[in-house]
């Protein structure tokens, strides 16, 4: 959409065909709008009457026992959405442009750098695009992108995911809410439930892939279990009926930094700067990712200059962005490799005290 909105002629692939879901990214921060708003100054507030996106008015950080820190989302333009959804949306919106040509059902899976051109090629060869310049997005455990840049490390662990939608989980006051609940059995996991538009809410569970193996856990098995039999949360979650199946992910818990650069190749979104999910932080610096991109696409096509050296001015870029990010992310990685009871009793310390709860939610509110 960056790339139309500056007059760039541009193919864009797609391996799916849509709609199609996708099992994360249904809670964003304030850089969606932001990013949005750059594009279109209408575009934010369509998604809203349209009932694509709502408002997130709290983000809750709950212990076993639901005793609970919170913050003002609403203050951070927190804003909750069904993934399929907007995704869809915003494809139909890039679909307007004339400077867009599109293949869904395209899998490229190598990229071959020449003096003057990029040749990306799908398995069988059949598909052939030459490129100035290719913009790689295509996840965060994507082997074309450790072909590109095989000096970054593999990442070291991962979280496994499950969720589903629900209907009926109660809204309190009026108010949307995104809730992280930390849970110590049957192992050491996090609960989260995100009230959508449309009535529904997401509920899914996330836990160490070492840790769901050394107590033989099956994600999908978990949240099941969670949802129906966890007692301290029956309060919360007994009027919930599932809607659709319980999908499962595996998902990077690193949020370490990565090479996003070289001769003719961008990596945008996950294939690029990833970050533990928990953060709430992902499609946010995504998007923001795609902006930077198409901005330093234009610039080396009025430069003529595809270099390694040139396009190394897009790492600088998002690192500076995303490095308060990536420090919020390893404290994340740390918490959940090492310090998981820790925050039972430090949430049930803090939230017993009205001045450490109103302290603790300045500092939440920070991000």
Sequence with gaps: MFLSKHGVKHILTERSVFPRDKVCGEFYDGRLRNVLNK???SLFQRMKDNGIIQDIHQYLVLNAKLQQLDMNATANARVSTVRAGFD???????????????????RIEDVTINA???????????????????VIATGSRSALARQV???????KH???????????????DGKNCCRLILLKKPAPCYLGTVDLPGGLALIEVFILKDTADR????????????????????????????QGQIKGASLPATSARKVVSASRILLAGDSGYNINPLTGLGVGRAVYSGMCA???????LEANDFSGQTLSAYDARLYKAFKADGQTGRFGDFVLKSLHPVPHGLISLVSSSPYLKRKAAEVLNKF
């Excluded at 869809?88 to 395209?106: G, I, R």
């Excluded at 003057?116 to 290719?134: E, P, R």
């Excluded at 901005?295 to 080396?300: A, D, H, I, K, Y």
């Design 88 to 106: 869809n949306f915003l494809l139909h919106e890039a679909l307007k442009s004339p400077y867009v040509a599109y293949m869904d059902d395209t």
């Design 215 to 242: 107590h033989g856990i099956n994600p999908k098995a978990l949240l099941k279990s969670v949802v129906e039999e966890y007692a301290p949360l029956q309060k919360l979650l007994s009027g919930v009926r599932q």
């Design 149 to 155: 840049m095989p000096q970054n490390k593999p990442d």
């Design 39 to 41: 594009l279109n100054t």
């Design 294 to 300: 198409a901005e330093q696409c234009v610039q080396s």
């Design 158 to 172: 991962f979280l496994l995911a499950a969720r589903a939608y629900f209907s009926g989980l109660p809204v309190t």
């Design 116 to 134: 003057d051109s990029a040749l990306l090629q799908d398995k069988t060869g059949k598909v052939q695009i030459v490129a100035q310049l290719a």
